[in-house]
T-cell receptor, first 116, second 113 residues
Framework: DAGVTQSPTHLIKTRGQQVTLRCSPISGHKSVSWYQQVLGQGPQFIFQYYEKEERGRGNFPDRFSARQFPNYSSELNVNALLLGDSALYLCASSLAPRGSGANVLTFGAGSRLTVL | TQLLEQSPQFLSIQEGENLTVYCNSSSVFSSLQWYRQEPGEGPVLLVT?????EVKKLKRLTFQFGDARKDSSLHITAAQPGDTGLYLCAGAGLGGSNYKLTFGKGTLLTVNP
């Protein structure tokens, strides 16, 4: 079975541009989360979506938005790009947003965004 | 705001040595997960610990969750070059906030042959 797939793997944008990143979860997983990982840091939570609804949002500006489609795939959009948005954007899928014990995430390989 | 402090940030050792990585917080977590991330890849889950005081072993790796569920440690015995990578701890919040993982900054481990 395919794992979490993300596209594109690498992209370069200039300041002020907009970017859309895509994620396909593991088959059967209904929850998708997005994380931003700046070089030298751990991933930071951006969004979680479950059944096409936003279930959680991290401390990111409104320039960041996301959505989930009926097939549970997801897109992350970032408008008015800043140099500081350069990072690895990770998508993770899970069976459900809340588990009785732990929310086990499976991460994709990420989309490396460089803003010049 | 929940924070996780990982130490050390960098660790370079020789093959065969033992090491311990620490993950500490002032907050209580419902569970704590350890991931390993290699360059160009996403984090890969190693283990999840849920119960305070829990100890889990994965071959040469031993994971422990603190009694108060605020801290955790990862101990590697007889490290091998294949253990090289970025080790991340991540805590899940309590109750309705357990959908979100709070990650530490990571420990970059290099095991030299």
């Amino acid at each position: 079975d395919a794992g979490v797939t993300q596209s594109p793997t690498h992209l370069i944008k200039t300041r002020g541009q907009q970017v859309t990143l895509r994620c396909s979860p593991i088959s059967g997983h209904k929850s998708v989360s997005w994380y931003q990982q700046v070089l030298g840091q751990g991933p930071q939570f951006i969004f979680q979506y479950y059944e096409k609804e936003e279930r959680g949002r991290g401390n990111f500006p409104d320039r960041f938005s996301a959505r989930q489609f009926p097939n549970y795939s997801s897109e992350l959009n970032v408008n008015a790009l800043l140099l500081g948005d350069s990072a690895l954007y990770l998508c993770a899928s899970s069976l459900a947003p809340r588990g009785s014990g732990a929310n086990v995430l499976t991460f994709g390989a990420g989309s490396r965004l460089t803003v010049l | 705001t929940q924070l996780l402090e990982q130490s050390p940030q960098f660790l370079s050792i020789q093959e065969g040595e033992n090491l311990t990585v620490y993950c500490n917080s002032s907050s209580v977590f419902s569970s704590l997960q350890w991931y390993r991330q290699e360059p160009g890849e996403g984090p890969v889950l190693l283990v999840t610990v849920v119960t305070g005081g829990e100890v889990k072993k994965l071959k040469r790796l031993t994971f422990q969750f603190g009694d108060a569920r605020k801290d955790s440690s990862l101990h590697i015995t007889a490290a091998q070059p294949g253990d090289t990578g970025l080790y991340l701890c991540a805590g899940a919040g309590l109750g309705g906030s357990n959908y979100k993982l709070t990650f530490g900054k990571g420990t970059l481990l290099t095991v030299n042959p």
